[in-house]
């Protein structure tokens, strides 16, 4: 199993602002994944993060609203940027386990005003 | 998408009952993961089934796969007060990258004691 660390837990932003959330595995994979998960539905995939190249991004998510790091095999942010209201959501990043189920974080609790 | 879909939305039952939830899927799958959530928080993998299964368990669950109706259901058996979630069917496409999963907009169970 993997632990993941991600911070922060939640967050409450201006329209406009941007906001990093830290993503921090308790041992070496290959891919990290971050998924959304708006209000009341189901959870979407953004991208997937390789380290050493650039993110596989989902349709409808860009690189320009959603930029991400991966520096190294154990640590990943995602960026949301110039927030909208719309943008509030659970933000959660995961790892693939054995027998590929995923190994989620405790979540970002994101609310745009 | 293959976006699973959940039946009922929300449920409803005392200790000790069992709770049983349903999910449908559109498209052929690799396999069929439930999840399960806590207070919006970080989603914890309960069990998974291959597309050549047609049941197994794993303690009080018990999930059944039946490909012909492109359906799932998760059984949970002599249900606690602890067992309140919402709880997610995802599936994973034949050919899909490890890690992207669809996921349903998931069954609200709550258990009174």
């Known amino acids: 199993s993997a632990v993941i660390s991600q911070k922060p837990s939640r967050d409450i932003c201006q329209r406009g602002t941007s906001l990093t959330i830290q993503c921090q595995v308790d041992?070496?994979?290959?891919?990290m994944f971050w998924y959304r998960q708006q209000p009341g539905q189901s959870l979407t995939l953004i991208a997937t993060?390789?380290?050493?190249?650039?993110?596989?991004?989902e349709s409808g998510f860009v690189i320009d609203k959603f930029p991400i790091s991966r520096p190294n095999l154990t640590f990943s942010t995602l960026t949301v940027s110039n927030m909208s209201p719309e943008d509030s959501s659970i933000y959660l990043c995961s790892v693939g386990g054995t027998n590929e189920k995923l190994f989620f974080g405790s979540g970002t609790q994101l609310s745009v005003l | 998408s293959q976006q699973g879909e959940e039946d009922p939305q929300a449920l409803s039952i005392q200790e000790g009952e069992n709770a049983t939830m349903n999910c449908s899927y559109k498209t052929s799958i690799n396999n069929l993961q439930w999840y399960r959530q806590n207070s919006g928080r970080g989603l914890v993998h309960l069990i998974l089934i291959r597309s050549n299964e047609r049941e197994k368990h794993s303690g009080r669950l018990r999930v059944t796969l039946d490909t012909s109706k492109k359906s799932s259901s998760l059984l949970i058996t002599a249900s606690r007060a602890a067992d309140t979630a919402s709880y997610f069917c995802a599936t994973s496409d034949r050919g899909s990258t490890l890690g992207r999963l669809y996921f349903g907009r998931g069954t609200q169970l709550t258990v009174w004691p």
């Open positions: 041992s070496q994979v290959t891919m």
């Open positions: 993060a390789n380290q050493g190249s650039e993110a596989t991004y």
